[in-house]
T-cell receptor, first 110, second 111 residues
Framework: SAVISQKPSRDICQRGTSLTIQCQVD?????MFWYRQQPGQSLTLIATANQGSEATYESGFVIDKFPISRPNLTFSTLTVSNMSPEDSSIYLC???????FGPGTRLTVL | TQLLEQSPQFLSIQEGENLTVYCNSSSVFSSLQWYRQEPGEGPVLLVT?????EVKKLKRLTFQFGDARKDSSLHITAAQPGDTGLYLC???????????FGKGTLLTVNP
C-alpha cells in the first residue's frame, strides 16, 4: 500500500477565504480521488483527479468551488474556495484502484 | 445512483461478544471494500472482495460477498476494545474505480 500524507492536518478559516489542501504519495499513482466527510457522516466523492486529464467532478461539486491540480503522479491539491461554514468537513485524498486513504484535513470555517 | 445501506448504524457490545455488520444494495458491484476509521484518521482498508460468494478472513474478522455481488457482511468474533471504530463498506462499479460508501457502522466494544 502507498504512504499518503496531507497538509495541513487541520485548519480554522474565516468565511470567504480559500484553503489549498495538499496530498503527497510516496509512489507514482495514476488514480487519485478527493472526498469530503461532513461531521458524523460517511464519505462523499468530490472528484477524480487522474494525471494527464482534467479532474472529473461528481454531481453537486463544481470546479469553481473545488479547483484541483494534478501536476504529477505523486501529488495533487484541492482548493476549497470562498468558504462558508457549510464547508466545514474532513477532506480526504485516496489513491489507487483499491483506494488507500490519507489521514485527512479537518477544516473548520467560522 | 448506487446506494449502500449499512446496518446497524450504531452497535455497543461487551468485550468477547460476536457481531455482524451488514451492507446491502440493489446494485451489482464489481468489488466491495471494507474500511475501519478511527477518530481523527483516514479510513484504513481491511479487505477487498471481488467474487460472488467469496469469503475472506482477517484474524477474527470474516468478510463475505453475496452470491449476486449486491451485499456483504462483516463478522467479528470475540470483539476487543481495539476493534472500536467506524466500519465503512464501499462498492465499486465499472472501470472507473469510483467508490460509493455506506453510511457506516459505529462500533464500540466496552472492556
Amino acid at each position: 500500500s502507498a504512504v499518503i500524507s496531507q497538509k495541513p492536518s487541520r485548519d480554522i478559516c474565516q468565511r470567504g477565504t480559500s484553503l489549498t489542501i495538499q496530498c503527497q504519495v510516496d509512489s507514482q499513482v495514476t488514480m487519485m480521488f478527493w472526498y469530503r466527510q461532513q461531521p458524523g457522516q460517511s464519505l462523499t466523492l468530490i472528484a477524480t483527479a487522474n494525471q494527464g486529464s482534467e479532474a472529473t467532478y461528481e454531481s453537486g461539486f463544481v470546479i469553481d468551488k473545488f479547483p484541483i491540480s494534478r501536476p504529477n503522479l505523486t501529488f495533487s491539491t484541492l482548493t476549497v474556495s470562498n468558504m462558508s461554514p457549510e464547508d466545514s468537513s474532513i477532506y480526504l485524498c485516496s489513491v489507487g484502484q483499491e483506494q488507500f486513504f490519507g489521514p485527512g484535513t479537518r477544516l473548520t470555517v467560522l | 445512483t448506487q446506494l449502500l445501506e449499512q446496518s446497524p448504524q450504531f452497535l455497543s457490545i461487551q468485550e468477547g461478544e460476536n457481531l455482524t455488520v451488514y451492507c446491502n444494495s440493489s446494485s451489482v458491484f464489481s468489488s466491495l471494500q471494507w474500511y475501519r476509521q478511527e477518530p481523527g484518521e483516514g479510513p484504513v482498508l481491511l479487505v477487498t472482495v471481488v467474487t460472488g460468494g467469496e469469503v475472506k478472513k482477517l484474524k477474527r474478522l470474516t468478510f463475505q460477498f453475496g452470491d449476486a455481488r449486491k451485499d456483504s457482511s462483516l463478522h467479528i468474533t470475540a470483539a476487543q476494545p481495539g476493534d472500536t471504530g467506524l466500519y465503512l463498506c464501499a462498492g465499486a462499479t465499472g472501470s472507473n474505480y469510483k467508490l460509493t460508501f455506506g453510511k457506516g457502522t459505529l462500533l464500540t466494544v466496552n472492556p
